[in-house]
């Protein structure tokens, strides 16, 4: 589970260094070191750093759920967070027959939330007694902690995870679907606590040691025998049951959430979501009724659906300021439909660079924006992040003057040296210390900027930075990015203050340029 996180997460690009020294000059500029032909010096520049609103909202369909989140989390800074998750099932054959006479015995959703697999806690019971023909056995359970966000150890470290069915139609699987909306669902089909452990339970036989029953790490919750007796076995032939269409308009689907308002967040894999019905029935000819196992199809192909929702009320973020066209002090970033970053270029900055370029002969060898972490707002047990994403934003004029768009890309800086050995668009520093900081290699942007021949104000004041929480995603050949579009960003649980244009802070935000001159 951890390594297919990893998988989904991680970026190539000689990967996501982290130092704890000053960062060499990139490959754009360290040529002009070569045989002392320049000094370096590097400088400090004001930027302009707000916060941009998402409206606590952003695409959370199958398409960019790599992972399902569950659970509440409150802290000061950003106030609460609640996940929920839906998700659609199917049956893995339509107009099943059960055999004569079926009676359901269990129901159980199980699922699998990321855990810490080298914290392994062992239990035998060599005195179990298998319920279904009450069997001498054995029964082991391994335990392993979930991977948990927030505050592990509130009420015990309990979460109460309720299943209930949807009654609203949750569209097709390709359909655009946001993390604000709330799907309609009414009855319970089953509630457990969740202790913040998972477990994966083999039972043997004492006679023969044969196995009587397996199960992969995950927590399972029992669902409601009655209502799936109802709800699928009695409706054997019936049109319910005959074609995909037809079913999930019929059974619409499950919710996953929690009552809690406050603890932690878990998260698993929608494509490892299982529903599974044992049961029992009479085949052709028999006298008597064999056990069964009906599983559904609840992982890829079906609808599954992020829901996020958020309270700021006595937050440090319900009182920040948002956009300020000077920069905002506080910067307060958050994935899953929180606050994004916005970074502008002065014009007293690009003006001083032009200056610089071309009266002195100056040349940009490396051009980093520096961004600390508050130590004052964020000084939490919370880890901070490892990796952010930054994208480059313009407005396009030209293409259709009466229509003007905002475009979006990599920076400059990713897309030329995307082959370079090494190179890292972030890096990030003291990540065990209080601040830590963060550098963003802009140097190819900076440079197409201060060395164009356009020249005016007009050419660069639509032109910003965006960042983000969360990672860019491979591709399906793992050897490429996916695209700008696709990051971690729409299931990431990190956020983080830092300081922003605060002309009072030693630590605010800054654009650091080495440059150099014969």
């Known amino acids: 589970m951890k390594k297919a996180f990893t998988i989904l997460s991680m970026v190539i690009f000689g990967g996501m260094l982290v130092y704890n020294c000053e960062p060499d000059p990139d490959s754009l500029g360290e040529q002009l070191f070569l045989d002392g032909a320049t000094e370096g010096h590097e400088v400090p520049y004001d930027v302009i750093a707000y916060n941009i609103d998402n409206n606590d909202s952003i695409r959370s369909d199958a398409s960019k759920l790599g992972l399902a989140t569950l659970g509440a989390f409150t802290e000061s800074q950003f106030g609460m967070q609640k996940a929920a998750y839906y998700t659609q099932l199917r049956l893995p054959a339509y107009d099943p027959d059960f ?39 054995k029964k082991i359970i391994n335990r392993y902690p979930a991977t948990k966000y927030g505050r592990t150890k509130l009420n015990g470290g309990n979460l109460t995870v309720n299943v209930q069915e949807v009654t609203e139609f949750l569209n097709g699987y390709t359909d655009i679907a946001y993390s604000n909306k709330a799907y309609l669902a009414n009855q319970l089909l089953g509630s457990k606590v969740f202790n913040g452990y998972v477990n994966s339970v083999a039972i043997t036989k004492d006679s023969d040691n044969s196995s009587l029953f397996t199960s ?34 019929y059974f619409r689907g499950l919710k996953i959430s929690v009552t809690d308002m406050d603890g932690y967040l ?10 599974i019905m044992y049961y029992k029935s009479l085949d052709t000819g028999a006298t008597a009724k064999t056990q069964k196992k009906y599983a559904f199809s ?48 002065p014009v007293a900055t690009i003006e001083a660079l032009k200056t610089l370029y071309q009266k002195n002969k100056a040349a940009i060898i490396s051009a980093k924006i520096r961004m600390y972490t508050d130590k004052d707002a964020w000084k939490s047990h919370l880890k901070k992040p490892t990796i952010l994403t930054i994208v480059q934003k313009d407005i396009d004029r030209k293409t259709d003057p009466s229509n003007p768009k905002e475009t979006t890309n990599f920076t400059n800086d990713l897309l030329a040296l995307v082959t370079t050995p090494n190179f890292a668009y972030i890096k990030a520093y003291d990540l065990d210390k209080n ?50 579009q696709f990051t971690s960003r729409n299931f990431s649980l990190d956020r983080a203050v830092f300081i922003g244009s605060d002309t009072g802070n030693s630590d605010k935000i800054q654009l650091r340029v080495t440059y150099g001159t014969k």
């Open 435 to 484: 601040p830590a900081y963060y550098d963003f290699t802009v140097t190819q942007s900076l440079k197409d900027i201060v060395e164009s021949p356009e020249s005016g104000v007009e050419y660069y004041k639509d032109k910003y930075f965006k960042i983000d929480m969360g990672n860019f995603l491979q591709s399906s050949t793992g050897s490429t990015l996916a695209g700008y």
């Open 216 to 249: 992969d790490v995950g927590f399972r919750i029992p669902l409601s025998a009655t209502f799936f007796k109802s709800k699928i076995i009695d409706k054997k032939g019936q049109p319910e049951l005959k074609d995909v269409s037809n079913f999930i308009r």
């Open 298 to 345: 609840v992982g890829n192909g079906n609808v599954h659906v992020g829901n996020y929702v958020y309270d700021r009320s006595d937050s440090a973020l319900e009182t920040a300021s948002t956009g300020n066209p000077t920069g905002d002090t506080k910067l307060f970033a958050q994935a899953m439909g929180g606050n994004s970053i916005g970074i502008k270029f």
């Open 99 to 137: 055999g004569g006479s079926a009676e359901v015995d269990s129901v159980v959703l199980v699922i699998k939330p990321l855990y810490a697999s080298d914290s392994l806690t062992t239990t035998t019971d060599e005195n179990y007694i298998y319920p279904d023909g009450s069997v001498p056995a």
């Open 266 to 275: 878990v998260q698993f894999s929608p494509s490892t979501v299982e529903l």
